[in-house]
């Protein structure tokens, strides 16, 4: 089992940037594929980007591609979300997640085994 806890999140104007960062803990990180997912108010929980227990490949939204990049550091157990030239419609709780195959790269987030408690983001225009 795996314990996921996000941070990073907060209040950002339209235009700027913030990186989120998920910390682990329990079984080897490396045996996980991570993916971070978002939810607005009223709407269902969407993919944002997944990386491989590697590092080798990464997937993101069409949203938000060209401007949020995933990535994770293994020997520290964590896994980040940069996000750049931030907009009001990525205003969202941001969740980390964990897929006990870390090799492949799944945007469904019924196919993730454990979640994080999430990180609000809010984007002011």
């Known amino acids: 089992q795996v314990q996921l806890v996000e941070s990073g999140g907060g209040l950002v104007q339209a235009g700027g940037s913030l990186t989120l960062s998920c910390a682990a803990s329990g079984r080897t990180f490396s045996s996980y594929a991570m993916g971070w997912f978002r939810q607005a108010p009223g709407k269902e929980r969407e993919f944002v980007a997944v990386i491989t227990g590697s590092g080798g490949i990464t997937l993101h939204a069409d949203s938000v591609k060209g401007r949020f990049t995933i990535s994770r550091d293994n020997a520290k157990m964590a896994v980040y979300l940069q996000m750049n030239s931030l907009k009001p419609e990525d205003t969202a709780v941001y969740y980390c997640?964990?897929?006990?195959?870390?090799?492949?790269?799944?945007?469904?987030?019924?196919?993730?085994?454990?979640w994080g408690r999430g990180t609000q983001v809010t984007v002011s225009s």
């Open positions: 997640a964990a897929d006990t195959r870390p090799f492949l790269a799944t945007r469904s987030p019924a196919e993730y085994e454990y």
